[in-house]
């Protein structure tokens, strides 16, 4: 990548986020995902905020404009309705959910990976004279944010989904076990949306779809009660993803109260017992950081990108390492979402294998920071490589780098401009 002229696809990337943007916030990419998602309008923002940063700004406050009274930012604002997207707001039926409040802007009644406030604060350091009198207003929100999430997620300290949904890896090999216990009886009719945009290869099959409606009607007809679904769901999972995530969100805010003045005493407490969950999730079998379901308490025995988050959480744990070299060295194309000598790998189908921008970018950066410098910049060769082979399509294939899922995607554009393009470095992406 040495002498590569990056700026066409700097331009590219930069002219991807133009066309996603719905005004104020950024959809996924048009067509299959047409509303404002959560962790990618942060990534969206992170984007943005390599030409635009006010623009960046915009992002992050428009996605807190659907913040439950509750705390919990929704995974999906359905800021205007659009029939090519299935489920809609109809079927999440949140208008009554207890957790609501005042918020009036439609939404699903889940959440995600909590990295906005990492993001932010990058972005807020990238310019602090700019991002100031922004922060302030927002630092409240976020922190409300992440009180939600020890409040009604982190039971054993580790951060749990009620929905495959909630890690962003939808179809992950990680749920498995938890989706089997499902019967899905009782789903009302539907039309996937999906698969008329991209290949069914490439997507979750039909059984997993019928337990991701089947968890959608259970909460609602509890009226996304988290004490209710806590109590009752048979879908209970402690995710790596979120767990750290979470976990680095906390430090980002810790650091932010101190910027700001605030008090850090709560924050730190959470930090305490994010750490604590984080290490119920080390599975010695695998020699990485797991899933685990607490219906049974059995781990999933998957490695998983989300597996790699340690250090961009924070931990300074060496043990990852050897299964990390192993799967580096399996790999043409790093980071794959799964094992790929795993009995699940199947390097097309979303989260059971593909090689996801966003993922590679937080894996590499916390291991950048930690030390494991060789390994930071593999993934980040990788990644450059891909997208500049590919194009910014919404992930890849590890064995050949297939491009799959949509294209003209927001999140690998803005992975890109922060981090990847060799133009990168400067600014709110930082290396
Ligand atoms: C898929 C991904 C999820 C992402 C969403 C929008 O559902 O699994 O992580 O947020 O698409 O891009």
């Known amino acids: 990548m040495r002498d590569f002229d990056a700026a066409p696809l700097d331009a590219e990337a930069r002219r991807i986020l133009q066309l996603n943007d719905r005004g104020g916030y950024t959809v996924p990419t048009a067509g299959l995902y047409p509303y404002q998602w959560n962790w990618d309008s942060a990534f969206a923002a992170l984007g943005f905020a390599s030409f635009d940063i006010s623009r960046a700004w915009a992002e992050i406050e428009t996605l807190l404009t659907g913040q439950w009274d509750n705390g919990m930012v929704p995974h999906i604002l359905f800021h205007r309705t659009d029939p090519g997207y299935f489920p809609g707001p109809d079927v999440w039926g949140t208008e009554t959910a207890l957790g609501r409040g005042t918020c009036s802007v439609p939404s699903s009644g889940i959440s995600q990976p909590p990295v906005l406030a990492s993001l932010a604060w990058r972005i807020y350091r990238a310019d602090p004279a700019a991002g100031r009198g922004r922060l302030v207003p927002l630092y409240p929100r976020l922190l409300a944010y992440h009180r939600w999430i020890i409040a009604a997620r982190a039971e054993t300290g580790a951060v749990v989904i009620t929905h495959p949904w909630e890690a962003g890896r939808d179809n992950a090999p990680d749920w498995d076990e938890a989706m089997a216990g499902i019967e899905p009886l009782g789903v009302e009719p539907y039309t996937r949306r999906d698969t008329s945009h991209v290949d069914a290869r490439m997507r979750p099959t039909k059984e997993d779809y019928d337990r991701f409606i089947w968890l959608v009607q ?214």
Do not use: C
């Open 218 to 431: 259970f909460a609602r007809d509890r009226r996304w009660d988290e004490a209710a679904i806590a109590a009752e769901s048979p879908f209970r999972v402690a995710d790596p993803t979120l767990t750290f995530t979470a976990l680095r969100s906390a430090r980002d805010l810790k650091a932010m109260a101190h910027e700001l003045g605030e008090d850090e005493a709560e924050i730190d407490g959470w930090i305490t017992h994010l750490e604590a969950g984080a290490e119920t999730l080390w599975n010695p079998e695998t020699g990485a950081y797991d899933a685990k379901n607490l219906r049974t308490g059995n781990f999933a025995g998957s490695v998983s990108n989300a597996s790699f988050l340690s250090w961009w959480g924070g931990l300074a744990d060496d043990r990852p390492r050897a299964t990390l070299a192993r799967i580096l060295g399996q790999s043409r194309h790093a980071l794959p979402s799964y094992d790929p000598e795993g009995p699940k790998f199947d390097s097309l189908r979303y989260w059971r294998g593909p090689v996801w921008a966003v993922m590679n970018f937080m894996a590499a950066n916390g291991m950048a920071e930690q030390g494991l410098t060789e390994e930071a910049a593999r993934i980040r060769a990788d990644t450059a490589r891909l997208i500049v082979e590919n194009g910014f399509a919404e992930y890849f294939d590890p064995t050949d780098g297939t491009p799959a899922g949509g294209a003209t995607f927001t999140w690998t554009a803005a992975v890109w401009l922060a981090w990847a393009s060799p133009s990168a470095g400067t600014g709110a992406g930082g290396r």
